[in-house]
């Protein structure tokens, strides 16, 4: 069963403007959420963090929002800029102590047009 | 501070062969995590290991799959047998003891 959900394979946007990556979740245990970009033949590099007792994390163009009543997660990146053009991975955690596994996505391919 | 590194980058193998992966984590890190990545699918936990620790094995196919972190030396996951479905990107990634996990370049795996 897919526990993280991400239902669009695909999206392109206009550099400048906001992209918005959405993410759903069904274990109600889980309590961290991780973004993660992915370049091919290459490794996931962390993004951006969120943890459940927040709503809502921002690190430079990076923005994660969390509603927990409707598990749903998504990133915000703005202004977008063609080296985004990546897939974005949206993983979770379901442990209160840390060093526990990742429950990935399947990704989202994200486009920038120039 | 050099990342998580992993070896070789590209692996293949003939059916019934066994196929090693070495993952060396980032200087501090004494977690590691290793991740099978099929084509068009996420990332799917397969173990977790402490330093000479078996953590948490619950992804592990139960046949042909092992893994561990020495005391010494790089994390190593060992496939047996090797058979065509356990082609995939294979990532290693390692935690200093908080939620983020950082990743390495992949192992990729074929198999003829």
């Known amino acids: 069963d897919q526990q993280v959900k991400q239902n669009s394979p695909s999206l392109s946007v206009q550099e400048g403007r906001i992209s918005i990556l959405n993410c759903d979740y069904t274990n109600s245990m889980f309590d961290y959420f991780l973004w993660y970009k992915k370049y091919p033949a290459e490794g996931p590099t962390f993004l951006i963090s969120?943890?459940?007792?927040?709503d809502k994390n921002e690190d430079g163009r990076f923005t994660v929002f969390l509603n927990k009543s409707a598990k749903h997660l998504s990133l915000h990146i703005v202004p977008s800029q063609p080296g985004d053009s990546a897939v974005y991975f949206c993983a979770a955690s379901a442990y209160s102590g840390a060093n526990s596994k990742l429950t990935f996505g399947k990704g989202i391919t994200l486009s920038v047009r120039p | 501070n050099a990342g998580v590194m992993q070896n070789p980058r590209h692996l293949v193998r003939r059916r019934g062969q066994e196929a090693r992966l070495r993952c060396s984590p980032m200087k501090g890190h004494s977690h590691v995590y290793w991740y099978r990545q099929l084509p068009e699918e996420g990332l799917k936990f397969m173990v977790y290991l402490q330093k000479e620790n078996i953590i948490d094995e619950s992804g592990m196919p139960k046949e042909r799959f092992s893994a561990e972190f020495p005391k010494e030396g790089p994390s190593i996951l060992r496939i047996q047998q090797v058979v065509r479905g356990d082609s995939a990107a294979y990532f290693c990634?390692?935690?200093?003891?908080?939620?983020?996990?950082?990743f390495g370049p992949g192992t990729r795996l074929t198999v003829t």
């Open positions: 969120i943890s459940s007792i927040k």
């Open positions: 990634a390692s935690s200093p003891s908080t939620y983020e996990q950082y």
